[in-house]
T-cell receptor, first 115, second 110 residues
């Protein structure tokens, strides 16, 4: 049973560049959420995708965008990178049939460093 | 006031002791509560979830929920050095997002 897989695991980008992070949810799951975890902080909700649509968004600027594909995999795109975007980006997968109480499972994350 | 608050620690306990980790939340509409463990440089892994007031036990771990006091805790019995990690409390208030605390760093001393 494949868990949540993310790629790439580590990457370094320059300010102003764009980055795309990828995620495949756990087998049987249809919902993908993205979280940003800065050093020493808890994960912060970016957005959630279900049925190929953004279902809810956290307090992040429009530079952060995403997409979900028919096979439930997802991409997170960040444009015009800032130094403050340096963080661990976590993909979380869950079953989307219920609103609350669904346990989310994290992938190993993508470490983004912006220089 | 932060939505989910945890003492950042570090909380140091001797091996074999009980570690008690606490979390308070501000939204009275919160419905489900989760504890994740995060080792340094790794992603969070789920330890337990609890929905109802009272205690829920799973092996060496016990989650306690008191909705009236807006308080959730995690007890780790017979603490081991391998339990040394940051413990994240997460709360879901019936929306699609989970709100995390900043985590409590636990150090189990051999």
């Amino acid at each position: 049973d494949a868990g949540v897989t993310q790629s790439p695991t580590h990457l370094i980008k320059t300010r102003g560049q764009q980055v795309t992070l990828r995620c495949s949810p756990k087998s049987g799951h249809d919902t993908v959420s993205w979280y940003q975890q800065a050093l020493g902080q808890g994960p912060q909700f970016i957005f959630q995708y279900y049925e190929e649509e953004e279902r809810q968004r956290g307090n992040f600027p429009d530079r952060f965008s995403g997409h979900q594909f028919p096979n439930y995999s997802s991409e997170l795109n960040v444009n015009a990178l800032l130094l403050g975007d340096s963080a661990l980006y976590l993909c979380a997968s869950s079953l989307g049939s219920y609103i609350s109480g669904n346990t989310i499972y994290f992938g190993e994350g993508s470490w983004l460093t912006v220089v | 006031q932060k939505e989910v608050e945890q003492n950042s620690g570090p909380l140091s306990v001797p091996e074999g002791a009980i570690a008690s980790l606490n979390c308070t939340y501000s939204d009275r509409g919160s419905q489900s509560f989760f504890w994740y463990r995060q080792y340094s440089g790794k992603s969070p892994e789920l330890i337990m979830f609890i929905y109802s007031n009272g205690d829920k036990e799973d092996g060496r771990f016990t989650a306690q929920l008191n909705k009236a006091s807006q308080y959730v805790s995690l007890l780790i019995r017979d603490s081991q050095p391998s339990d040394s990690a940051t413990y994240l409390c997460a709360v879901n208030a019936g929306t699609y997002k989970y709100i995390f605390g900043t985590g409590t760093r636990l150090k189990v001393l051999a």
